[in-house]
Every structure is written in structure tokens, then in C-alpha cells.
């Protein structure tokens, strides 16, 4: 910010501050047109205690003109014309009123009482009318100079009188300045610790979005705790890279790293595109689910996609040995259960039969196989091209009959765009 008036050096910061304020800068403005209408209306019972003459003038003054202009100014704060020009609202306004208000101070005998009544004048305009630091001080200074010298030209003030009520006029000036110039520094302040805070917010809901379904993150920001949902019908696929063990054990660490980043990376920009969600990795194996957290009727054929995806894509790649890279897919469907677990270290995990099986039939299939169950080919055969494999012997299931998902049927299923 800069030292004097406050203003923010980066425009678009300024920008958005004063974007910010605009709606309750705006409500205060009316509440202090509204709070000075109900104060000067108030000080009328105080010229029949004060005016010996020009009483009937004091009061048009005083309630046909002063009070008529707040209420029009008030009024035109509600016309969407005039809701951004504030400075220009309150400058009419306080204008306004010191023109009436000398007027007054001409009809009054004496002045006294008006003229130190002017410093509540000048100490509300700077504290409680939201135009900013500069207006506030421009408006101020120039209405109490206008005030004087009107004051000035219509009364005969003796000189310690003169003194003492004019040094009242500076001195508000200058407290209201100060206490105007923190409480701006204190908003300016607040905004920028807000808007640091709003961007942690996002930093940290952007790094949690990357490890848990943005719905699920929803969730956990409004406070729901022991998130688990029962999916009666949804599709797991696994993925392994082929002899990665192998490989790894001749190539060096920072190879391997930099191969599994850029083979997971190529699986997460195929899951952003068919809109399934991506469970974990565990070593090189890969984890897909379809139809959570938010369920959907076509997630077999999702899964399905993203699976002949995966294959041609990986395809394209070699591995940190130069050899072309091989991997084995699996894939069941049906029931299971999904959830958070963790306290500091959020993990979103499936559990259940159909979990189990989605790997059996990764962990039994070949190389550049997507070997798939039954359920999932009862549920496919119509748009996908499959070939029996046979029996295999599952543990804990017996023996399934398994099939291998070869490609799409003509005018079937088409890859999400």
C-alpha cells in the first residue's frame, strides 16, 4: 500500500477491493444519510432555545432544505446510476448541508452553538461516510473553508472567538483524518490477510482434490465425518505394468520415477476425459473406479472406454529400457462399499467382493490383455467386441468365466470426447 493514501500499488488488487467494499460501503452510506437526517431533525427543538430571530427561517432551513437534500441524496443511492459513485453522493450531500448550514449560522444569534456544532459535522463525514481516505479529506477540508469564509462574510466574530472556534474546525480535521486513516489501513489490511486466506483455502482444497472426488472434499468441508457410501452397482478396474519389477531393479531410481510419472499422467488426462475416478496407485499398479462418488448409469462402458484407451496409449511408450511397455487390465462390476479413511492423511478407498474380483481378473490375465468378468460382459456385449477366455479359478469366487474386451462393434460405443 502506499503510505498516504492508502491505495494499493497493483491495480487489479485496488480493483478488487473496491469491489469488495462497494456493497457495504454502500449500506453505510445510507445509514449515515439516514442517521444525520434523524439528527438534524432532532436539533430543531434546539432553535427555539437558541434563535431569538429569523426562527421560522432557521426551521426551513433546517427541515425543508437540509433534511430534503439526505433524503434526496438517500434516494438516489438506491438508483443503480449512482450505486458505484459514492464520493460523488457524499460530496453533494456535505455541500449541501454547509452551504444550508452557514445559512443558518447567518440567521442564528448567536453562533456560537452552530459553529462548534459544525465539528460533528466534519468528524461524521470523515469516520462514518465510507468514500475512502482522500475524499473524505478533500471534502472535508474544502467544506470547512467554504464554511468559514461564508461564516466569515455574514457574521461579525471578535477575533478570540474567531480563534477558538475555527482551531475547533482544524483540530476535528486532523483527529478525524487520523482515525480515518487507521480504520482505512485496518480494512486494507483485513482484505489482503482475507485474501491471503481465501487463496490457502483454494491451495489447499486444489492439493485435496488431487487425492480425494471434489464432492467428497465438499463433504468434509461441511464438517460430515465417517464418509461411507454403499454403491449397489459400480466398475473397478486395475492396471499393472508387466515386468516392472524386473526393470526397475536395472534402471536407476530417477528413471523410474520420471517413467511412472509420465505413464500415470497419460491414465489421469484419459480419466478427466471419460469422467471416471481415479482411486490410488500402489507401486505400478494402477486403480479406476466408475459410477462413484457420484453414480452414473454408463459407468461399465466408461471404464470400458478408458481401458481401450489405456492400451493404445500405453502402446505409444517404452520404458526406462528402451523396451516397449506391456500392461495387464482387469475389470469387474457390482456392489461395493466406498469411503474415507485417515484423520491427518485422507485416503478415498473401496472395499468389498467386487473390489477383490476387479484385481483377480488383472492379477490371472496376460500381457495387452483387459480381462473383464462375466457381469461385465452381460452388461457390454451388445456395443463391445469380446472373446471367451475360459475358466479360471478365482480365490474365494471358485471358477469364473472370464473374457478379454477386444475392441468397440460398429456404431457402438465411441470414445468420450
Known amino acids: 500500500m502506499r503510505r498516504l493514501t492508502l491505495r494499493f500499488h497493483d491495480a487489479d488488487v485496488e480493483a478488487r477491493y473496491q469491489a469488495a467494499r462497494r456493497d457495504g460501503d454502500l449500506r453505510r452510506m445510507r445509514l449515515s444519510l439516514a442517521v444525520g437526517i434523524v439528527i438534524n431533525v432532532g436539533f430543531a427543538p434546539l432553535d427555539y432555545l437558541v434563535l431569538t430571530e429569523n426562527l421560522n427561517l432557521a426551521l426551513v432551513l433546517r427541515l425543508a432544505c437540509v433534511t430534503v437534500v439526505f433524503a434526496g441524496v438517500l434516494a438516489l443511492s438506491f438508483l443503480s446510476a449512482f450505486k458505484n459513485k459514492l464520493g460523488l453522493l457524499a460530496a453533494v450531500a456535505i455541500l449541501a448541508f454547509t452551504l444550508l448550514y452557514a445559512a443558518l449560522i447567518a440567521a442564528s444569534d448567536p453562533p456560537d452553538v452552530y459553529l462548534s456544532g459544525y465539528v460533528l459535522v466534519i468528524l461524521f463525514l470523515l469516520v462514518f461516510v465510507p468514500v475512502g481516505l482522500v475524499t473524505a479529506c478533500a471534502i472535508s477540508w474544502f467544506c470547512t473553508i467554504v464554511f468559514a469564509s461564508l461564516v466569515l462574510l455574514v457574521r461579525t466574530i471578535d477575533l478570540g472567538s474567531l480563534l477558538t472556534v475555527y482551531s475547533q474546525f482544524v483540530a476535528a480535521n486532523l483527529m478525524g483524518m487520523f482515525a480515518l486513516y487507521w480504520m482505512e489501513r485496518f480494512h486494507r489490511l483485513d482484505f489482503v490477510n482475507l485474501q491471503r486466506i481465501a487463496d490457502e483455502r483454494r491451495r489447499y482444497r486444489s492439493l485435496l482434490t488431487r487425492i480425494l472426488p471434489s464432492s467428497i472434499v465438499t463433504r468434509l468441508e461441511a464438517g460430515e465425518q465417517g464418509i461411507a457410501d454403499d454403491y449397489a452397482d459400480a466398475t473397478v478396474l486395475f492396471a499393472d505394468i508387466v515386468g516392472f519389477t524386473n526393470t526397475s531393479t536395472h534402471s536407476r531410481p530417477a528413471a523410474i520415477v520420471a517413467f511412472l510419472n509420465e505413464i500415470f499422467g497419460r491414465y489421469d488426462a484419459l480419466i478427466e476425459r471419460h469422467r471416471v475416478e481415479k482411486i490410488k496407485t ?53 456392489p461395493l462399499i466406498a469411503g474415507v479413511i485417515g484423520e491427518s492423511r485422507f485416503l478415498y478407498d473401496l472395499w468389498g467382493d467386487t473390489v ?62
Not at 293 to 309: F, K
Not at 371 to 393: H, M, P, T
Not at 396 to 411: E, N, Q, S, V
Request: proline content about 7%; charged content about 25%; some cysteine.
Open 282 to 334: 500402489i507401486g505400478d499398479a494402477y486403480m479406476v473406479a466408475g459410477g462413484l462418488p457420484e453414480p452414473r448409469p454408463d459407468h461399465a462402458e466408461a471404464i470400458a472406454e478408458l481401458a481401450l484407451d489405456m492400451m493404445a496409449e500405453t502402446e505409444r511408450m517404452t520404458g526406462p529400457d528402451g523396451a516397449p511397455v506391456r500392461i495387464r487390465i482387469g475389470v469387474h462390476t457390482g
Open 356 to 417: 477383490n474380483t476387479a484385481s483377480r481378473m488383472e492379477s490371472h490375465g496376460a500381457p495387452g490383455c483387459i480381462q473383464v468378468s462375466d457381469e461385465v460382459y452381460r452388461c457390454l456385449n451388445a456395443k463391445y467386441r469380446f472373446e471367451q477366455l475360459g475358466e479360471i479359478e478365482v480365490k474365494g469366487k471358485g471358477t469364473m468365466t472370464t473374457w478379454r474386451l477386444i475392441d468397440r462393434l460398429p456404431g457402438g460405443a465411441s470414445p468420450a470426447a
